[in-house]
């Protein structure tokens, strides 16, 4: 039972790594999306930066903001979550095992 927990906090942080990875590795959980447009003005010649946010979800190390409902959103969550779970595993393995 208890590998299959490590087994199990293994494949998470896997996951979890992998969403990070993929979604640009992100410090901070976001939730826009950052789009920015150059714009030549064909008159003046200058350049102008227009940014844009649209809403979309980008998984970070660290939550969004401190509320305890924002905690699940991020990696630092995942990897905690799962080395705890090894931890205790372990533990528990070895406790069986003096048994």
Do not use: C
């Amino acid at each position: 039972m208890w590998n299959g927990v490590i087994a199990a906090a293994v494949a998470a942080m896997l996951i979890g790594g992998g969403f990070w990875v993929a979604d640009g590795m992100h410090m901070l959980s976001k939730d826009r999306i950052a789009t920015t447009v150059q714009v030549v003005d064909p008159l003046f010649g200058t350049t102008t930066t227009d940014t844009k946010y649209e809403d979309g979800f980008l998984f970070g190390l660290l939550p969004l903001d401190d509320s305890v409902a924002a905690v699940p959103k991020s990696y630092a969550f995942v990897l905690g979550a799962s080395v705890t779970a090894i931890i205790v595993s372990v533990f528990m393995k070895r406790r069986a095992r003096r048994k």
